[in-house]
């Protein structure tokens, strides 16, 4: 297709809105594999939006480009597993095979290999995005493959099925997962119970948000209900970013139908007539699925006008794609990434629930919350209650990965013991758990009867295990480069902070730290504490300061020498002015200062 | 109370942080009851000894940069990074994206005008660095003091506080980053 043709192809099937900048460019690229040039400045007059705002988007989400990128564009996905199984070898196997380097285009134009953040297949990986779609398992024999299909140029929607493999991998399962398919029963129960019914039940219940924060899900949809305004939005956070997480993935592509009544009733509830279901890039394959899912609901009378034939009760769903940014995941970027622009966190206050989506009351929850919701608007609080312990009702997933026997899904009743999971899941000579991911918390062995709930062990999710043969400073290195990547640009403290703590690690990884590196860590997080815009920043330093409380030596052993030292080869810095004077005198050269 | 034994230079900088100093005018006598002045441009002593403070300007852009920065932290208890140049590299840094050979040749060899000498190579010459560096990237820095340069009552504060044993403190107006 011709990139002028392009536009006239897309814009017919998405509404000429500024909100919509995001979605259309996310089409151009996945005809193109990037943005070609002029093609901006059309979208920016189809939209209405400045040029300087449409740049600004491409700019901003890893998977846009406005160079190209090859047909094939390969990124291996990068979290810690996916080190921990070895991609960095396939990396450079590929790359050897196909006579290129990392994250440069191959000269033919044809293809190339990159990393990417966490795409969260951490339970099958090492994984990959091929042109978007994630293939699973990869090994020595997959990239042999893999390199064959590219020079052979075969299309991607023609390479074997079994690669874009995604299993569920459910170990454990409790009351949400156990859940039969959902064809309105819960929505029934909403329209029996009323609004304010279906509200106590929440507020009964103890629900609390699955994302990580716990704020309690019945005084959220209290408060967006009760906001003065004609229009509000109810949106899903499947924003699943937070490395080492992958349970939104499972229940998207099991329980879709409990998410949407979840969401439904939500609507009905606080009296929003439309949802988004903010689906990350990374889980591209499923957006097909999840549309025919939505149309069969419509068919059925679950969505759209007049839901189960009550008048009135008007609720739609839309499906928004991210384009791979982890920031998105926090609900005001979220919301201004729903808007079609770069996913820079708001100031909070005001929070979303008074002024949302287009500045109108918004409620925005995690996928698992609206599952959960939509379970005790059906079973009522008190068998929600059930479960759980006092401040943290009910149960949660885990998505379990690293080392260990049995990697992937487990439900379990929050306040359950990380030791009981360890043994759960067959992890043997465990040396630290990170719970949470990256912007959670890094526990040792004498910390494993702690509970995983709000009490103690908050947590999102994630749940990756790292046995006594891993290096907890390469976690560490992993979860820095991981932030300063992330990091959305917007306010110094973090654009800088996340890059100097980036830099901190490179060089005591090199071998030039010194006892002034570990310090530097702590005063960085002082000022990230204090200054940064968002949690990104508050949390960056913490992989860092809990593997340097509890893995000291880890870091103490790379360090060679007490004094100072350069991150640079001094003498080597002066190579070139020698080889241009033809110099070799003493003074031509730096000695390295004694230790 | 024993005076406070200072040592200044200027490396890759302009010495318009010296002179930023010196605008603190006749509070220089008030400042000399406290500190006496080791190597610095106003003494002329070409090496520095023992020293509690050291103020240094300028980043690190040669061979000879990296000696004196060096006898500076080997003497000085409190090392201090005086003004842009020496804080992030500055105006000298601005050649960091070029090549540091194409920048020789272009200069001593084919830019037209200039005499064809060839590049200069007597040992008395320090090499140029590949880049031009901050200080705390080549030792460690104890405190920085931002500006370009810093205003004279950055210089006073920050002074008179390590005079007085507290920990020097720029409160609003005295940090610049310009």
């Known amino acids: 297709m011709q990139p002028s043709d392009t536009l006239d192809t897309i814009l017919p099937l998405r509404p000429r809105r500024p909100e919509s900048l995001l979605q259309v460019l996310r089409d151009i690229q996945e005809i193109h594999n990037h943005i070609p040039a002029g093609i901006d400045l059309a979208v920016a007059d189809a939209l209405d939006v400045p040029l300087a705002r449409v740049r600004g988007v491409i700019g901003f989400y890893s998977f846009l480009s406005s160079e190209p990128q090859g047909r094939y564009r390969l990124l291996f996905s990068d979290n810690i597993t996916d080190r921990m199984l070895g991609n960095q070898d396939l990396l450079q196997t590929l790359c050897g095979k196909l006579w290129l380097e990392p994250g440069k285009l191959s000269e033919d134009g044809l293809v190339s290999v990159d990393t990417t953040s966490c795409t969260g297949m951490c339970d099958q990986g090492p994984a990959m995005l091929a042109n978007g779609r994630a293939i699973t398992r990869l090994s020595h024999h997959r990239i042999n493959e893999i390199a064959e299909l590219v020079r052979s140029q075969t299309p991607v929607a023609d390479w074997p099925v079994e690669f874009f493999r995604v299993d569920d991998q459910i170990r454990q399962s409790g009351p949400l997962l156990d859940c039969g398919p959902m064809a309105g029963e819960a929505l029934e129960a909403a329209l029996d119970r009323s609004p304010d019914g279906v509200i106590e039940q929440l507020n009964l219940s103890g629900l609390r948000g699955r994302g990580g924060a716990g704020f309690p899900t019945g005084r959220k949809w209290a408060a967006c209900k009760e906001a003065s305004a004609d229009t509000r939005y109810v949106v899903c956070n499947a924003d699943e970013g937070e490395p080492g997480t992958f349970k939104d993935r499972v229940l998207l592509t099991r329980h879709a139908d409990l998410l949407f009544e979840g969401m439904t009733v939500c609507g009905l509830t606080v009296g929003a007539k439309l949802g988004f279901l903010y689906l990350r890039g990374e889980y591209r394959y499923l957006l097909e699925p999840l549309q025919q899912l939505l149309d069969k609901r419509r068919q059925a009378g679950l969505l759209g006008v007049n839901i189960r034939g009550q008048a009135g009760a008007d609720f739609d769903i839309v499906i928004h794609l991210g384009a791979g940014a982890y920031v998105c995941g926090e609900e005001s970027a979220l919301i201004e990434s729903l808007e079609g622009k770069r996913g820079i966190p708001r100031n909070r206050p005001p929070f979303p629930v008074t002024h949302g989506y287009l500045q109108k009351p918004t409620v925005v929850n995690n996928v698992e919350t609206f599952c959960a919701a939509a379970l005790v608007t059906l079973h009522g609080g008190d068998w929600f209650k059930g479960h759980g312990t006092a401040q943290s009702t009910g149960s949660k997933l885990l998505s379990v990965s690293g080392d260990c026997a049995r990697p992937g899904i487990y439900e379990y009743p929050f306040g359950i013991t990380v030791r009981q999971v360890l043994t759960d899941c067959g992890a043997a000579n465990t040396l630290a758990v990170q719970v949470g991911g990256p912007s959670g918390t890094c526990i040792g062995p004498h910390e494993f009867d702690r509970r995983l709930c709000f009490e103690d062990l908050a947590t999102a999710g994630a749940f990756m295990i790292f046995d006594d043969t891993r290096d907890m400073f390469e976690v560490a290195h992993n979860f820095t480069d991981f932030f300063a990547h992330e990091s959305c640009g917007f306010c110094t403290p973090c654009r800088v902070g996340t890059s100097m703590l980036k830099g901190i690690m490179a060089k005591v990884a090199a071998g030039h730290g010194t006892r002034h590196e570990l310090d530097e860590v702590e005063q960085l997080d002082k000022v990230l504490q204090q200054s940064a815009h968002c949690g990104l920043g508050h949390t960056a330093c913490n992989p860092t300061l809990d593997m340097l409380k509890r893995f000291r030596p880890a870091f103490e052993r790379r360090l060679k020498s007490l004094n100072f030292q350069p991150d640079f080869d001094l003498d080597g810095a002066l190579a070139r002015a020698r080889a241009m004077t033809g110099r070799d005198d003493a003074g031509a050269h730096l000695r390295t200062e004694e230790a | ?178």
């Open chain 2, 1 to 178: 109370m024993a005076k406070l034994r200072v040592a200044t230079t200027s490396l890759a900088g302009c010495f318009g942080c010296h002179m930023s100093l010196l605008d603190i005018d006749e509070r220089l006598f008030e400042l000399l009851k406290h500190i006496e002045f080791d190597r610095t441009p106003l003494t002329d002593i070409k090496h520095c000894g023992p020293c509690d403070i050291g103020l240094i300007e300028g980043g690190i852009c040669n061979a000879e940069n990296v000696e004196v920065l060096r006898e500076f932290r080997r003497n000085c208890k409190i090392l201090v990074a005086v003004g842009a140049c020496a804080v992030t590299g500055g105006l000298p840094a601005q050649r960091n994206h070029l090549d540091l050979g194409a920048c020789l040749t272009e200069v001593y060899l084919t830019e037209p005008g200039l005499a064809h000498g060839g590049i200069p190579n007597d040992p008395e010459l320090p090499l140029p660095l590949d880049k031009v560096h901050p200080l705390h990237e080549v030792v460690k820095v104890d405190y920085f003091l931002p500006g370009c340069p810093p205003p004279a009552d950055a210089f006073w504060q920050f002074l008179t506080d390590l005079v007085a044993g507290r920990t020097p403190e720029l409160g609003h107006g005295l940090i610049k980053y310009d």
